[in-house]
């Protein structure tokens, strides 16, 4: 019998995880299978129990519905827990178990795949969602050091500030009162979907080491472009993509694919 996974979030029509899930069970032999259920914004629990009784056995999650995911596990493990995130579901003995991807993949693309050190960085994060919350905490613990997040409703950075404080230094902040330089500066907000992008002072990207959009497949984006202009390494979130999936893959199927192929299919050159 074939076991199924899928991925959730709205919209979906740019999403690359079948495709890649797809690749990881080909280079394994795996008998699975991986659909794109794009989910109404008031019935992500609903969803979740039809896809789990019809036999799923795990989901990915993405925007807007990981908080939500964290908060319907029985059993959120580690990184889940520190960052209140979910990417990652599993239906294991009758309950359903929650984990954080996003924040390893980002690090492994950044540091492993992009040669990017994180060790002693200043860091900017554009954006205070579910990226943003699995992101920090990683990025901490790689070393950095000090990560300010700016948005729009600055609450929601002081959020994640006030719940991982205690990990290291994070500040939130206005686009308003946005200033200081930076050696990496991320865009996590969905801006770059609709060929927009935040309103960040272009001082911010003078001697940055990387500018890097978590939208993925959208080319030279109008936040990597001004990034590009001012001197910046450019990368969109297709390494960070692969590898948050290649975590899910083994934490599912307890086998670690290559990654490197499939980032090399799926990347589109940033010109």
Not at 2 to 19: E, M, W
Not at 60 to 67: A, E, L, R
Request: proline content about 5%; some cysteine; charged content about 20%.
């Amino acid at each position: 019998m074939t076991d199924r996974y899928a991925v959730l979030g709205n919209p979906l029509s740019h999403t690359k995880s079948p495709f890649i899930h797809g690749a990881f069970a080909r280079q394994f032999g795996e008998d699975m299978s991986y659909e794109a259920i794009e989910t109404p914004l008031q019935d992500f629990a609903a969803t979740v129990a039809t896809f789990r009784d019809a036999g799923g056995l795990g989901v990915n999650v993405t925007v807007p519905f990981k908080v939500e995911a964290f908060e319907l596990a029985d059993l959120p493990l580690e990184a889940a827990q520190i960052c209140g995130a979910s990417n990652a579901l599993k239906f294991e003995g009758g309950k359903i178990l929650a984990e954080n991807f996003d924040g390893v993949g980002l690090v492994r693309d950044i540091a492993g795949n992009l040669g990017v050190p994180l060790a002693g960085a200043r860091v900017l994060i554009a954006g205070a969602g579910g990226a943003t919350r699995g992101a920090v905490a990683p990025f901490l613990d790689a070393g950095v050091e000090s990560i300010t997040i700016v948005n729009r409703t600055v609450g929601k950075g002081e959020a994640i500030r006030d719940r991982l404080s205690g990990r290291g230094r994070i500040d939130a902040v206005s686009y308003e009162s946005v200033s200081g330089f930076y050696d990496i500066v991320l865009n996590s907000t969905t801006t770059s979907l609709t060929g927009a992008k935040p309103p960040l002072p272009e001082s911010v990207f003078e001697g940055a080491r990387l500018a890097y959009d978590l939208v993925y497949g959208k080319g030279l984006t109008p936040f990597l472009a001004e990034a590009q202009a001012r001197g910046a390494q450019v990368a969109d979130g297709v390494g960070m993509l692969v590898e948050q999936a290649a975590e899910a893959f083994d934490w599912w199927r307890g086998k670690r694919p290559d990654t490197a192929p499939v980032i090399e299919t799926l990347t589109i050159p940033l010109e």
